[in-house]
T-cell receptor, first 115, second 113 residues
Framework: AQSVAQPEDQVNVAEGNPLTVKCTYSVSGNPYLFWYVQYPNRGLQFLLK??????LVKGSYGFEAEFNKSQTSFHLKKPSALVSDSALYFC?????????????FGDGTTLTVKP | DAGITQSPRHKVTETGTPVTLRCHQT?????MYWYRQDPGHGLRLIHYSYGVKDTDKGEVSDGYSVSRSKTEDFLLTLESATSSQTSVYFCAIRRGTNTDTQYFGPGTRLTVL
């Protein structure tokens, strides 16, 4: 079984400040980890992923995420938040040792960046 | 966008009526998925398909059926809609052989009265 926890329903930051959106996961095999963003009334958009290699992954719109195997975490970060980053963010995990094709998503974290 | 369209985009129906939602892709991807999104529950997998006529259940499949008679179309059917199936439904495709990066359609907002 696999699961994802996003412990914060809401994250508020001021524009220009760094932001972190937290994600922890549980998976029996090799973790494939993803972040997606959803803007109002839109579908989810892929931001970045960790499959293997460097623990620090860089993605779209200046976002990055750090894979920490010992803490089973994959937190999303950005050095300087923009008001336009305000959206709903989802973390997802898949067991990379299977080819079942099923990812499990977290419940989402609403990020609000205030000017 | 990954060439995914969903129809209809909005639908209001009554309890007990059948409803079919359509997902269409233009890129010939093998894997397709149906999710529902509800407040406080994130995204939950209903069914997915790994090829024509090959489908499997997700975590919330009760009350739903799917069909995939050709690569480009994946249909989700609510045989007898209930108010608990009021939700936003997203279709997704998987791009890439192993990495499972998913690309999502624009969604269908379904209201069951």
């Amino acid at each position: 079984a696999q699961s994802v926890a996003q412990p914060e329903d809401q994250v508020n930051v001021a524009e220009g400040n760094p932001l972190t959106v937290k994600c922890t996961y549980s998976v029996s095999g090799n973790p494939y980890l993803f972040w997606y963003v959803q803007y109002p009334n839109r579908g989810l958009q892929f931001l970045l992923k960790y499959i293997t290699g460097d623990n620090l992954v860089k993605g779209s719109y200046g976002f990055e995420a750090e894979f920490n195997k010992s803490q089973t975490s994959f937190h999303l970060k950005k050095p300087s938040a923009l008001v336009s980053d305000s959206a709903l963010y989802f973390c997802a995990v898949r067991d990379g040792d299977t080819n079942a094709g099923k990812s499990t998503f977290g419940d989402g974290t609403t990020l609000t960046v205030k000017p | 966008d990954a060439g995914i369209t969903q129809s209809p985009r909005h639908k209001v129906t009554e309890t007990g009526t059948p409803v079919t939602l359509r997902c269409h892709q233009t890129e010939n991807h093998r894997y397709m998925y149906w999710y529902r999104q509800d407040p406080g529950h994130g995204l939950r997998l209903i069914h997915y398909s790994y090829g024509v006529k090959d489908t499997d259940k997700g975590e919330v499949s009760d009350g739903y059926s799917v069909s995939r008679s050709k690569t480009e179309d994946f249909l989700l059917t609510l045989e007898s809609a209930t108010s608990s199936q009021t939700s936003v439904y997203f279709c997704a495709i998987r791009r890439g052989t192993n990495t499972d990066t998913q690309y999502f359609g624009p969604g269908t907002r379904l209201t069951v009265l």
